[in-house]
């Protein structure tokens, strides 16, 4: 069966260089490539059953392409469209739950939540926490509280070594305080 080509997709030189470009890339996402590919095609006049079958994708995806290449040119051409994709499965409340216990309590028995004792806790995955907590900076492995030495004589030693950065011995080159020389 053959198809009967379609009328050629308008598009400037320009365009056409940036398609073909865009259409030879091994770096660019391939739904870009795709696209590329088939507008390069309707370009040509291909038929959009044609175009369908050679680059995968239905022949009313094409008749889309074609349609929002018209429209907009080569401005929207990577944007994906708003409902388009994966959803997410953490709900907000999920995320902020996860952010409030982290930030806000300890596991018992334990300083701080890891990914998977947090996982565990709010019933997600770990690799989901570790996501939330790089995206938000969290880290709960870092300390951010002064520690105060259980060493009897701890008190004694901390005056010395202020009262050594206040009042250097006089030959004593700043070097020499900080290294302890």
Known sequence: MSASPAAALPMTPGERETLESLA???TAPHRQVLRAQALLMAADGEANIRIAEEVGV??????????RFSEDGLSRLGQIRKGRGRKPTITDEQVAHIVRLTTEQTPPGQTHWSCRTMADRVGVSHSAVQRIWSDLGIKPHRVDTFKVSNDPQFEDKLIDVVGLYLNPPEKASSC???VGR
Not at 58 to 67: E, F, N, S
């Open 176 to 178: 020499d305080v900080v």
């Open 58 to 67: 239905t022949p009313v995806t094409v008749r889309a392409w074609r349609k």
């Open 24 to 26: 030879r890339s091994q």
